[in-house]
């Protein structure tokens, strides 16, 4: 069974940093990409980062510059550095298993699993 | 971006109901589109990909068509565990973006 555990959520200051983990097992991590979805307060879906098994990664234009993507395939884990983070970037974070290896579009990928999320507040 | 554009927004329904959610995206998208559902409180979880095709477990209630810019999600014979908000996403392009949601309440 896929399980994936996020960590590191919590209140932090705008301007501040902050670290989200993932920690996945029941399948081989090192052979799917993986993203990171976020979900602010009452709204909608909004991805934002993505690391494909090869390494490469993928922003949204709205953290592009400000937060990291990285992976460890020995420990099955996902990371997201999160600097200068602004009040609008309050959410509850997700972790999700994508279906494939690398991104490629167009193509039929998903997002097949995901974890609980955890909670990111921005604010003074 | 692609702009992916759902309604209604929000819809009341009566168990054992038959409801349709629309999916418009803002150019063709062929059929790389995904549902998901999402219940209060809980993660998003992958009911249909490439337009139609029913992930295991998903039960047959559930059916996706559709393709270039117009799709929808159909529920026939609704449960109350099928009270949730429901999502498409498009996988045409990156950023691979989603609708903004549709709540079906009772």
């Known amino acids: 069974e896929v399980q994936l555990l996020e960590s590191g959520g919590g209140l932090v200051q705008p301007g501040g940093s902050l670290r989200l983990s993932c920690a996945a097992s029941?399948?081989?991590?090192?052979?799917?990409?993986m993203s990171w979805v976020r979900q602010a307060p009452g709204k909608g879906l909004e991805w934002v980062s993505t690391?494909?098994?090869?390494?490469?990664?993928y922003y949204a234009d709205s953290v592009k510059g400000r937060f990291t993507i990285s992976r460890d395939d020995s420990e099955n884990t996902l990371s997201l550095h999160m600097d200068s983070l602004r009040v609008d970037d309050t959410a509850v974070y997700f972790c999700?298993?994508?279906?494939?290896?690398?991104?490629?579009?167009?193509?039929?990928?998903?997002?097949?699993?995901w974890g609980q999320g955890t909670l990111v507040t921005v604010s003074s | 971006d692609i702009q992916m554009t759902q309604s209604p927004s929000s819809l009341s329904a009566s168990v054992g109901e038959e409801i349709t959610i629309t999916c418009r995206a803002s150019?063709?998208?062929?059929?790389?589109l995904n549902w998901y559902q999402q219940s209060p409180g809980k993660a998003p979880r992958l009911l249909i990909s490439?337009?139609?095709i029913l992930q295991t477990g998903v039960p047959s209630r559930f059916s996706g068509s559709g393709s270039g810019t117009e799709f929808s999600l159909k529920i026939r014979g609704l449960q109350p565990e099928d009270f949730a908000t429901f999502y498409c996403?498009?996988?045409?392009?990156?950023?691979?973006?989603f609708g903004q949601g549709t709540k079906v309440e009772v």
């Open positions: 999700a298993k994508d279906d494939s290896y690398i991104v490629v579009v167009p193509a039929a990928q998903a997002f097949d699993n």
């Open positions: 029941g399948f081989t991590f090192r052979s799917y990409a």
């Open positions: 690391m494909s098994g090869s390494g490469t990664t």
């Open positions: 150019q063709t998208i062929s059929t790389f």
């Open positions: 490439a337009g139609s």
């Open positions: 996403q498009q996988t045409y392009s990156l950023p691979r973006t």
